[in-house]
């Protein structure tokens, strides 16, 4: 009878034993299958990320993932925020990813966030570049494509960069400081070379096309540790944002609809902006970049960026069928 006893409980001891190893061992994300994965996007509330904010409002409640954007007032913000990992990717200028990406972030471009679309706006006194010498010239940031389309600009007609006051300024305040005199042009991402000229406050003395053809300006970054453990999701991800992309290219009311969701601009002004650019093939092609990388030695932006390999991931859009 003892000896029976015994048995009963070793075995007892072994069944609950075995059956803790296993609780141990399974899937610990079997209980989250059916969870939806949230992707985390910064951006800027600006024209040049509308097929973001066309790709939130289309995706469908059975979609395998959500979207949550993140709005930011700055640059600098966002790239904080991106740096240390509080959001997964972001809609950035591809110059700031770039020197993260040099400082040791693990950034991934894996598309483009639009092709073309900025220009350079100065006051109506202002007739050619030679006007502009001596005068102030607001970017939005030191690594912009803006500030390479101004060293571009005044490196074409015979000038220095050092012949324009360079200040940086929020690209809100643009249109104001250009109004009330304070600068006599500016660079800066849409819609706010737009308002200008929509006011009647300024003019288009070149487009960005007109000094760089296909310049490379905002691009689509997500964060390489989020690529490798959500494949998945990201390919998703890019999936529906090259559809969102050719929905943008349409420029019709919906475009406008889901735009004036996520930016303060009225019709007059977004009109004018998606005149000057492209959504079309959002990839980001090599000689495009190498050119951008050129332009960012030759402006003493960096000494080394990081190559198009060590930068560009077009693995995810070159799925996307």
């Not at 996007?41 to 097929?51: E, K, S």
């Not at 570049?129 to 010239?137: E, P, T």
């Not at 500016?186 to 003395?205: C, D, Q, R, T």
């Amino acid at each position: 009878m003892k000896k029976l006893r015994k048995q009963i409980i070793t075995l007892f001891i072994l069944t609950f034993v075995f059956s803790s190893l296993s609780a141990c061992q399974s899937d610990p994300t079997d209980s989250h299958v059916n969870e939806k994965q949230t992707i985390k996007i910064g951006y800027l509330p600006i024209t040049h990320a509308i097929p973001l904010y066309i790709e939130k409002e289309q995706i469908k409640s059975q979609s395998p993932f959500n979207i949550e954007l993140i709005k930011f007032g700055s640059w600098p913000e966002l790239m904080d925020a991106l740096n240390t990992g509080r959001i997964d990717g972001a809609s950035v200028l591809a110059e700031l990813a770039i020197k993260a990406k040099e400082q040791g972030i693990d950034l991934k471009a894996i598309a483009l966030g639009h092709r073309d679309g900025n220009v350079i706006v100065t006051s109506k006194d202002i007739h050619n570049v030679k006007d502009l010498k001596g005068k102030s010239f607001a970017i939005p940031h030191k690594f912009s494509t803006h500030n390479i389309l101004l060293y571009q600009m005044l490196k074409r007609d015979g000038f220095n960069y050092k012949d324009v006051k360079t200040v940086e300024l929020p690209p809100a305040e643009m249109p104001a400081a250009l109004s009330e005199g304070r600068i006599s042009g500016y660079a800066v991402a849409e819609p706010f070379g737009a308002l200008s000229v929509a006011m009647n406050k300024g003019k288009v003395l070149f487009q960005s096309k007109d000094l760089w053809k296909d310049s490379v300006c905002c691009v689509l970054v997500l964060r390489n540790d989020f690529i490798r453990h959500k494949r998945n999701t990201a390919q998703e991800f890019v999936n529906e944002y090259v559809k969102a992309g050719k929905k943008a290219e349409l420029k019709d009311s919906y475009t406008y609809k889901v735009a004036s969701k996520y930016m303060n601009v009225n019709k007059k002004v977004l009109d004018l902006s998606l005149k000057w650019i492209s959504f079309q093939d959002l990839k980001l092609d090599k000689k495009s970049y190498q050119e951008l990388r050129k332009y960012m030695i030759e402006t003493g932006m960096s000494k080394n960026p990081p190559s198009y390999t060590e930068f560009v991931d077009n693995s995810l859009i070159d799925k996307v069928k």
